[in-house]
C-alpha cells in the first residue's frame, strides 16, 4: 500500500527555516516524480515544487532562493528545507508522488501546517 | 505563474449535470494537454480525478469527464450524487517545468 507521511511543520518566526519531510512506503521515492503543494488557510492550492526521476528540480517563483526540495534514497523520504519563510508561507504543504508524469499527482499525504507568524 | 480562473462555486440537485471551467492562458492550458482535475473534501487531501484533459485514473467514476477548448478545460460530472460535494481544483503544465493550480470551485449538491 503507497503511503505518504508528511511531519516537521510547526510554527517558526518571520525569517526562519524549517525542514519539511514526506516519508513514503509503497514505492520508490527515487523512481518517481514528488511534488510539494500547499494551501494556505481557507485557501486553493498552490504548487510549490517538483523533483524529477533524473534528479532535476522545479520551484514556484513564490519560493524560488528560499525553499529546496530533495530526496533521500536511503530512507526513501523526501525533503522541503524552507528557509526566509515569511508570513505569507503559512500553508499545510502536502507531498504528493506520481509514477508516470509530473504533470499529476496520483497520491497524496495528509499534509503538515506551518505557521509563519511572531 | 498566474493561477487559472475557475468559478467560485457552483451547485445541482441529484442526478443533474454540472461543468465546471478552468481558463488558462495560450501560456498554460492553451498550449498543453497536461490539464489535471482534484476533488478535495474539508479537512482531507486532494484525490486525483482527471489527468492530460480527459483521462481518468482506475478507480474513478465515469460520471466524471473532462475536455479542452482553446484556453478553457472543462470538468463535467453527470448524475449528481451527494458524494460529489466538494472542492475541485484544475492543474495545469504551464511550461519551463512549472504548473499552476485553479483558484478552486465548490460544488454544492443541494
Known amino acids: 500500500e503507497v503511503q505518504l507521511v508528511e511531519s516537521g511543520g510547526g510554527l517558526v518566526q518571520p525569517g526562519g527555516s524549517l525542514r519539511l519531510s514526506c516519508a513514503a512506503s509503497?514505492?520508490?521515492?527515487?523512481?518517481?516524480?514528488m511534488s510539494w503543494v500547499r494551501q494556505a488557510p481557507g485557501r486553493g492550492l498552490e504548487w510549490v515544487s517538483l523533483i524529477y526521476t533524473g534528479g532535476s528540480t522545479s520551484y514556484a517563483d513564490s519560493v524560488k532562493g528560499r525553499f529546496t526540495i530533495s530526496r533521500h534514497n536511503s530512507n526513501n523520504t523526501l525533503s522541503l528545507q524552507m528557509n526566509s519563510l515569511r508570513p505569507e508561507d503559512t500553508a499545510v504543504y502536502y507531498c504528493?508522488?506520481?509514477?508516470?508524469?509530473?504533470?499529476?499527482?496520483?497520491?497524496w499525504g495528509q499534509g503538515s501546517l506551518v505557521t509563519v507568524s511572531s | 505563474q498566474s493561477a487559472l480562473t475557475q468559478p467560485a462555486s457552483v451547485s445541482g440537485s441529484p442526478g443533474q449535470s454540472i461543468t465546471i471551467s478552468c481558463t488558462g492562458t495560450s501560456s498554460d492550458v492553451g498550449n498543453y494537454d497536461l490539464v489535471s482535475w482534484y476533488q478535495q473534501h474539508p479537512g482531507k487531501a486532494p484525490k486525483l480525478m482527471i489527468y492530460?484533459?480527459?483521462k481518468r485514473p482506475s478507480g474513478v467514476s465515469d460520471r466524471l469527464s473532462g475536455s479542452k477548448s482553446g484556453n478553457t478545460a472543462s470538468l463535467t460530472i453527470s448524475g449528481l450524487q451527494v458524494e460529489d460535494e466538494a472542492d475541485y481544483y484544475c492543474?495545469?503544465?504551464?511550461?519551463?517545468?512549472?504548473?499552476?493550480f485553479g483558484g478552486g470551485t465548490k460544488l454544492t449538491v443541494l
Open positions: 509503497g514505492f520508490t521515492v527515487s523512481s518517481n516524480y
Open positions: 492530460e484533459v480527459s
Open positions: 492543474s495545469s503544465y504551464a511550461g519551463s517545468s512549472t504548473w499552476v
Open positions: 504528493a508522488r506520481d509514477p508516470i508524469s509530473p504533470s499529476r499527482m496520483i497520491d
